[in-house]
């Protein structure tokens, strides 16, 4: 991997990779299946294990629309999607056919390598972007599954920016809406 400028923070993204699950398998059997084809495609050796953001979403047609919103710092994506199954459980039973995908954002070092688990508080950057990543996801999909960081970008209401009216917007907040649209 190429090497990360000076005082740049880079986050690879990979995917969309779809993850199969049914009825007659259980959630482990569709991770190690996943992680089996993580090995054969041409996906770099180490992302199992390196630390970074996640955004699952299910297919509707050819549209992808996320529904959970994630970041794992103290272990690498293989072990923290273990701990997904009763996420997943919850949506398969609402929508036994869902198609789901995941995108894997993965911090990269200095030198260009996968960031590893660590022991500390929590890698600030990795809860920045998931942050981020949710509140975008709350415009695309207003039922999105997160609960902590979802509930206060549901609730708050910033005019010309974020849950609020098109239509009740004064001049000034159409404006503002205006600085965000490239």
Request: glycine fraction near 6%; avoid cysteine.
């Amino acid at each position: 991997m190429e090497p990360v400028q000076p005082s740049k923070l880079r986050y690879k993204v990979f995917g969309p990779f779809p993850f199969r699950t049914n009825s007659e398998s259980t959630h482990r059997d569709a991770l190690n299946a996943f992680w089996v084809e993580r090995n054969n495609d041409k996906t770099p050796e180490g992302i199992a294990n390196a630390i970074g953001v996640y955004v699952w979403t299910v297919k509707q047609g050819r549209k992808r629309i996320p529904w959970n919103v994630g970041l794992t710092d103290k272990q690498g994506f293989r072990k923290r999607f273990e701990q997904k199954e009763t996420t997943f459980l919850r949506f398969l039973r609402e929508d036994p056919h869902a198609q789901f995908e995941v995108y894997l954002l993965a911090l990269q070092s200095k030198t260009g390598k996968f960031r590893r688990p660590t022991d500390s508080l929590g890698i600030k950057a990795n809860h920045w972007l998931e942050t981020m990543l949710i509140g975008s996801a709350i415009s695309v999909n207003p039922d999105l599954r997160n609960k902590a960081k979802a509930s206060y970008l549901k609730r708050a209401i910033v005019e010309g920016y974020l849950n609020d009216e098109v239509e009740e917007r004064s001049e000034a907040a159409k404006s503002f809406n205006k600085l965000f649209k490239a």
